[in-house]
């Protein structure tokens, strides 16, 4: 039989810390299946390791997530099989600002252009770039910020 390919020898430490985890219940579902996942896989416990297809079905996750987290645990630490990778690119800031709803609710309270009764999604999204407010922007978005005016003001 060939050795498995990340096996997964926890100390007694990690093994406590993983059962506080999974005993407390404060930790995310992810965290607390992984926990059970690198308890079930530990070739150090009592009734030696279970087979991989055996914590899938038990834990009902598929094989290839147990065999992710033991991979993740024999590459990196316990805390890195466990948590989520944090995100290494910020998040995109949002294009419109409350600077800029303040302008799009303004133009669109103002009056409508010569021969049109009333602003349109589309003509609202043209004049802001026009205007030059913004360099582009969808009438979607113009939709939203004053869908968002209007739930404000009826609540």
């Not at 059970?36 to 297809?53: F, P, Q, S, T, V």
């Not at 582009?136 to 005016?149: C, F, N």
Request: proline share 5%; charged share 30%.
């Amino acid at each position: 039989m060939r050795p498995q390919r990340y096996p997964v020898k926890l100390s007694e430490a990690e093994r406590e810390t993983l059962r506080v985890i999974i005993s407390k219940g404060k930790a995310t579902a992810r965290s607390i299946r992984r926990a059970h996942i690198l308890l079930m896989a530990d070739e150090n416990r009592l009734g030696g390791k279970i087979k991989d297809e055996t914590i899938a079905s038990q834990l009902q996750v598929n094989k290839n997530t147990v065999l992710n987290v033991r991979k993740a645990y024999t590459r990196h630490d316990l805390q890195e099989a466990i948590q989520r990778k944090k995100r290494t690119t910020p998040p995109v800031p949002p294009k419109v600002t409350g600077e800029l709803e303040a302008k799009i609710i303004a133009l669109s309270c103002s009056e409508p252009p010569a021969g049109r009764s009333r602003w349109t999604l589309r003509l609202l999204s043209q004049k802001v770039v026009e205007l030059q407010y913004i360099d582009s922007i969808s009438y979607d978005t113009i939709d939203r910020v004053l869908k968002k005016r209007t739930q404000a003001a009826s609540s």
